[in-house]
């Protein structure tokens, strides 16, 4: 199935507006996502994505707080 973007287009056109700040969040995760790229080879991280892996470790080693499913869904309006 061929998607282009005139088809996202259409399909953020039947979006109602008050879902419109949850699907840019979606949007912006996907795009941010993109640009990070974390692997470089199918299988192979990138460096950069090996030191914030550790360095997310070492926070939670630490004592470090993460985010609840439930935060995340009130995040996006879901909770």
Not at 40 to 47: F, I, P
Not at 48 to 60: H, M, S
């Amino acid at each position: 199935m061929s998607i282009d973007r005139s088809d996202l287009h259409a399909l953020l056109d039947r979006i109602p507006e008050g879902d419109l700040p949850v699907i840019r969040k979606v949007l912006l995760a996907v795009a941010v996502e993109s640009d990070v790229a974390p692997v470089a080879v199918e299988g192979d991280l990138t460096d950069a994505a090996r030191r914030e892996i550790e360095a997310a470790e070492a926070y939670f080693d630490k004592g470090g707080r993460g985010i609840s499913h439930e935060e995340i869904l009130r995040e996006f309006g879901l909770g």
